[in-house]
């Protein structure tokens, strides 16, 4: 369905001889598909609160773990982070990955990174916390969701400054009005 309607609103906006430049996504796959496959010409980006929310769902199930308890400790540290990479890039996916990527280094008390993009932590001093054991399998295990090819591909795609939450506000509206357990005809709701 968001497929379909992504490609009546793109038809919509062609006939008006209007071309878009960004469009602001969640992630889903046929969308990026479709964007990747189709409107090349136009950029792709995720909202940063989708991979956000599944970055935080992902930690919270790791957290839950015996053993893995420190993960909790560390959730909003994680996701506050990512936040603040795709608000501090500009939309340079590169960037974006480079500062996601210090966090590597950083939750195990290291603040100087290899990667030139950025090579040191732009914190002042910290105060002392429970930091992760290099090589721990705690560690480890909190690296392969952090750092996956996935989230890679998620993190150069985040936009910086749009969202979509005004959307989903407005499609809250309608939902109240024109309910989805109800079946609305495309034709019947089409005002042109």
């Not at 469009?23 to 496959?37: P, Q």
């Not at 500062?99 to 990174?113: G, P, T, Y």
């Not at 721990?136 to 998620?154: G, I």
Request: glycine fraction near 4%.
């Amino acid at each position: 369905m968001e497929k379909e309607g992504l490609i009546r609103c793109f038809a919509s906006l062609d006939a008006m001889d209007l071309r878009v430049d960004e469009l602001v996504t969640d992630r889903h796959i046929s969308i990026r598909k479709h964007m990747r496959e189709n409107l090349s010409s136009c950029r792709h980006k995720f909202d940063s609160w989708h991979v956000v929310k599944g970055t935080d769902s992902k930690l919270r199930k790791l957290s839950k773990r015996t053993g893995f308890e420190k993960i909790k400790l560390w959730q909003s540290s994680i996701t506050n982070h990512l936040y603040w990479c795709a608000a501090s890039s500009d939309g340079d996916g590169e960037l974006a990955w480079a500062k996601w990527s210090s966090l590597e280094n950083h939750i195990v008390d290291i603040h100087c990174h290899e990667n030139s993009m950025y090579d040191k932590c732009a914190h002042g001093p910290l105060e002392d916390r429970e930091w992760f054991i290099d090589g721990s399998q705690v560690f480890e295990r909190l690296r392969s969701v952090l750092f996956s090819v996935n989230m890679k591909k998620d993190v150069m795609m985040l936009s910086g400054c749009d969202n979509t939450s005004d959307l989903e506000s407005f499609h809250a509206v309608l939902n109240h009005f024109a309910p989805k357990l109800i079946h609305f005809q495309y034709n019947a709701m089409n005002t042109s």
